[in-house]
């Protein structure tokens, strides 16, 4: 039985640059409160809101989609106190529906078995639509792989990665199907993935067993459907990657897409190195931030583009 439960996600946290102030974008119409319960009026409504959310975030130049980010260097330092702020600390508490972390490091947690991954389409979505997600996820999938050097891939039955990309109405019909094959969803994540506001644009529930908290053995990420492309494809990228191990997101973290900002919406070559970091064999799942450091500042001078 899988116990613990961590939960990560991509929400939405503009920051404007005028006069020193951080708002949030309104894109109207926004879904009516009484229609964000799962109803096929409520995808509806979260669709118009997610193109016209996308529209305003490229019109004020984020959601970048570019991999390596000239205008923003780093070097040594910052990607280990990078890789400190998203890897030993939770975003969320563990187990709870979008309850902010208290903010105490954690431990070092990763996978030590293979990832096998498999996408999972509501009834509704087209089988053209389908097809090209599929064919996505399994691009980034085998980038993913090859930038951590962990086997993964994707499967079609005995998965231990899933993927659900459904609209709001669909959401739990095919979580019960999940649980029905033995997925080890319980109330806890059920709880997580039926409060979803429309500001959480996607997120991943990462469990492990008791007796090894710290080695992930299943994931579930869910990402909507009424997203356009380019916000799809951002929560495709966030929540695998944040599935891997590389659980929080930091204001001081860029170029990344582990910042909530949305400056980046694709995997950066900084994200990279910080997966590498994570899946280095010298940093075993369970190790304590004062246990790591001294490994952490070896690999981050390899890893390093400036080589300082």
């Given at each position: 039985?899988?116990?613990?439960?961590?939960?990560?996600?991509?929400?939405?946290?503009?920051?404007?640059?005028?006069?020193?102030?951080?708002?949030?974008?309104?894109?109207?119409?926004?879904?009516?409160?009484?229609?964000?319960?799962?109803?096929?009026?409520?995808?509806?409504?979260?669709?118009?809101?997610?193109?016209?959310?996308?529209?305003?975030?490229?019109?004020?130049?984020?959601?970048?989609?570019?991999?390596?980010?000239?205008?923003?260097?780093?070097?040594?330092?910052?990607?280990?106190?990078?890789?400190?702020?998203?890897?030993?600390y939770?975003?969320?508490?563990r187990?709870?529906?979008?309850?902010?972390?208290?903010?105490?490091?954690?431990?070092?947690?990763?996978?030590?078995?293979?990832?096998?991954?498999?996408v999972?389409?509501?009834?509704?979505?087209?089988?053209?639509?389908?097809?090209?997600?599929?064919n996505?996820?399994?691009?980034f999938?085998?980038?993913?792989?090859?930038?951590?050097?962990?086997?993964?891939?994707?499967?079609?039955?005995?998965?231990?990665?899933?993927?659900?990309?459904?609209?709001?109405?669909?959401?739990?019909?095919?979580?019960?199907?999940l649980?029905?094959?033995?997925?080890?969803?319980?109330?806890?994540?059920?709880?997580?993935?039926?409060?979803?506001?429309?500001?959480?644009?996607c997120l991943?529930?990462?469990?492990?067993?008791?007796?090894?908290?710290?080695?992930?053995?299943?994931?579930?990420?869910?990402?909507?459907?009424?997203?356009?492309d380019?916000?799809?494809?951002?929560?495709?990228?966030?929540?695998?990657?944040?599935?891997?191990?590389?659980s929080?997101?930091?204001?001081?973290?860029?170029?990344?897409?582990?910042?909530?900002?949305?400056?980046?919406?694709?995997l950066?070559?900084?994200?990279?190195?910080?997966?590498?970091?994570?899946?280095?064999?010298?940093?075993?799942?369970?190790?304590?931030?004062?246990?790591?450091?001294?490994?952490l500042?070896?690999?981050?001078?390899e890893?390093?583009?400036?080589?300082?």
């Open positions: 039985m899988l116990e613990f439960l961590r939960f990560f996600c991509l929400k939405l946290a503009v920051l404007l640059l005028l006069a020193g102030c951080a708002e949030r974008p309104t894109p109207r119409p926004g879904p009516p409160q009484e229609r964000q319960i799962g109803t096929p009026q409520a995808s509806e409504a979260l669709q118009e809101y997610y193109h016209q959310l996308e529209a305003t975030l490229r019109s004020r130049g984020l959601l970048r989609t570019d991999r390596r980010a000239k205008d923003v260097p780093f070097n040594k330092r910052d990607l280990l106190a990078n890789f400190e702020a998203v890897a030993f939770d975003e969320y508490q187990g709870s529906a979008f309850e902010t972390s208290n903010g105490q490091n954690a431990k070092l947690s990763k996978w030590a078995a293979p990832i096998r991954v498999k999972h389409f509501g009834r509704s979505i087209d089988k053209s639509t389908q097809e090209q997600d599929e996505y996820v399994s691009d999938v085998s980038k993913l792989a090859q930038v951590t050097n962990h086997p993964m891939q994707m499967v079609s039955k005995n998965s231990n990665f899933d993927i659900l990309i459904s609209r709001e109405d669909e959401r739990p019909m095919m979580l019960d199907s649980k029905a094959q033995g997925a080890p969803f319980g109330s806890a994540a059920n709880r997580i993935i039926t409060q979803m506001p429309r500001n959480i644009h991943v529930l990462a469990f492990s067993a008791p007796e090894t908290e710290d080695v992930y053995s299943h994931a579930l990420a869910v990402i909507r459907a009424e997203h356009p380019i916000l799809k494809h951002a929560c495709i990228h966030e929540e695998i990657s944040q599935g891997l191990g590389l929080n997101d930091s204001p001081r973290a860029r170029p990344s897409i582990f910042n909530d900002d949305d400056e980046f919406a694709f950066t070559f900084h994200d990279e190195i910080l997966l590498k970091m994570l899946y280095d064999p010298r940093l075993s799942p369970g190790l304590s931030l004062d246990e790591a450091r001294p490994i500042q070896q690999i981050a001078l890893l390093s583009p400036s080589g300082t």
